[in-house]
T-cell receptor, first 112, second 111 residues
């Protein structure tokens, strides 16, 4: 079992729809959770951080965390073609506050 | 603020050659990291430096060395490059327990 798992996709949604990206993790002690967006040929860009159970909203993005189920998700409302990218989930390791474990990413395609 | 900068952007080496990848950050972060990213493999941690004066191995340290020159700078050295080290290399930095911020990357090809 991978430490951080994501569906590789591609997840294809029409413009204006809600895109839902999911991530599960294995380390029950993890405390910090991050979503990064990576355009093709570019570096990962932080878009959301979440540390406690529940929802956190920032503009069109909502991160949801459920520690009991070891599940974190990212919702993108009113999806735009410019949101087409790979989304990486990252989780800190309980044995290290410094190290993050990254999922392999979900590729999102927003159709005009 | 420039954030995290990396040099060079692109590099082609022959097998056995050596090179150093440079990374600098201006966010006053304590921790710095080196990753490689290969298709289908995701981001893999090579080395990290939790604070100035310390370095530790990550998942894939073989064939690499690092130097934390000062708080701002963290370099990655390939002593004898191999084709298996063809990859995109990212440097990142973070405050303690904070998110990591990435540089633009170095695309390295080893022939």
């Amino acid at each position: 079992q991978k430490e951080v798992e994501q569906n590789s996709g591609p997840l294809s949604v029409p413009e204006g729809a809600i895109a839902s990206l999911n991530c599960t993790y294995s380390d029950r002690g993890s405390q910090s959770f991050f979503w990064y967006r990576q355009y093709s040929g570019k570096s990962p860009e932080l878009i959301m951080s979440i540390y406690s159970n529940g929802d956190k909203e920032d503009g069109r993005f909502t991160a949801q965390l459920n520690k009991a189920s070891q599940y974190v998700s990212l919702l993108i409302r009113d999806s735009q073609p410019s949101d087409s990218a790979t989304y990486l989930c990252a989780v800190n390791r309980m044995d290290s506050s410094y190290k993050l474990i990254f999922g392999s990413g979900t590729r999102l395609l927003v159709r005009p | 603020n420039a954030g995290v900068t990396q040099t060079p952007k692109f590099q082609v080496l022959k097998t056995g050659q050596s090179m150093t990848l440079q990374c600098a950050q201006d966010m006053n972060h304590n921790s710095m990291y080196w990753y490689r990213q290969d298709p289908g493999m995701g981001l893999r941690l090579i080395y990290y430096s939790a604070s100035e004066g310390t370095t530790d191995k990550g998942e894939v340290p073989n064939g690499y060395n690092v130097s934390r020159l000062n708080k701002r700078e963290f370099s990655l050295r390939l002593e004898s490059a191999a084709p298996s080290q063809t990859s995109v290399y990212f440097c990142a930095s973070s405050a303690t327990k904070g998110p990591q911020y990435f540089g633009p990357g170095t695309r390295l090809t080893v022939l």
